[in-house]
């Protein structure tokens, strides 16, 4: 019964929420699961690793095609590089059974995240008016 309730209010929230939380959703994902895969490594549990990487990568797809080159094409242009970067390093993780990979993706997206937690209530607070 939780779970049903629990599943029920994340799809509220999903629907609900303005662009930028769901943004700041994805990204407390992604750093959940790459975090995830990599205890999963440590204790030996590679099977495991490679889900919580697939859900990773499959969340940094989703942020690469969301990607809107019409608003803010030298922004998209950066972040389709570091997303193309994270997204490879994960398929070598997966290949190589490398977890130190997983290092080299938070370092990468570690930064992103603290500017849009930042960034995302400001514009909730102060959004830009058209003109």
């Known amino acids: 019964m939780y779970e049903t309730t629990a599943r029920r ?7 609900t929420a303005t662009p930028g939380e769901l943004l700041l959703a994805l990204y407390d994902g992604l750093f959940r699961f790459l975090k995830a895969a990599k205890m999963c490594f440590e204790n030996k549990q590679a099977v ?8 990773s990568h499959a969340i940094l797809s989703e942020l690469y095609i969301a990607l809107d080159y019409s608003q803010a094409p030298e922004l998209c242009g950066q972040l389709e590089a570091i997303y193309g970067f994270c997204m490879g390093h994960i398929l070598q993780c997966n290949l190589k059974n490398n977890p130190a990979m997983i290092d080299d993706v938070l370092r990468a997206l570690t930064p992103l995240k603290e500017a849009w ?7 909730i607070r102060n959004p830009v008016q058209p003109r």
């Open 9 to 15: 209010y994340q799809q509220i929230q999903a629907t």
């Open 48 to 55: 495991k690793a490679r889900e919580y990487l697939s859900k």
């Open 117 to 123: 937690t930042i960034a995302v209530p400001e514009a």
